[in-house]
């Protein structure tokens, strides 16, 4: 089992910039960012393996940087030029991997998840 916990959510204005954080208590090969929006599915926002392999959503692409301190088992996003439509809870998420393989993009397909932290973006 690994317990991951999030922080960094805050409200902020449209063009602002947030980090967030995700400590995990223990190493996996996946790590990725989620959010989900009210009345809205959960999606994809950016995945990381442990190997530097990144896949971003195309809504984020160029402003938000996913990144890993792999000795703190901790996954970062950096969220800049933030618009309304960002405005949603972020969860972070893991999962088990082989080294060199692909990381899943569904979040059906990761088996451990944090409990979220809020963003909020007013325009």
């Known amino acids: 089992q690994v317990h991951l916990v999030e922080s960094g959510g805050d409200s902020v204005q449209a063009g602002g910039s947030l980090r967030l954080s995700c400590t995990a208590s223990?190493?996996?090969?996946?790590m990725a960012w989620f959010r989900q929006a009210p009345g809205k599915e959960r999606e994809g926002v950016a995945i990381?393996?442990?190997?530097?392999?990144?896949t971003y959503a195309d809504s984020v692409k160029g402003r938000f940087t996913i990144s890993r301190d792999g000795p703190k088992n901790t996954l970062y996003l950096q969220m800049n030029s933030l618009q309304p439509e960002d405005t949603a809870m972020y969860y972070c998420?893991?999962?088990?991997?082989?080294?060199?393989?692909?990381?899943?993009?569904?979040?059906?397909?990761?088996?451990?998840w944090g409990q979220g932290t809020q963003v909020t973006v007013s325009s």
């Open positions: 998420a893991a999962q088990y991997g082989v080294i060199g393989s692909s990381c899943p993009q569904s979040s059906r397909r990761f088996g451990f």
């Open positions: 223990a190493y996996t090969y996946c």
């Open positions: 990381h393996s442990n190997d530097d392999r990144t």
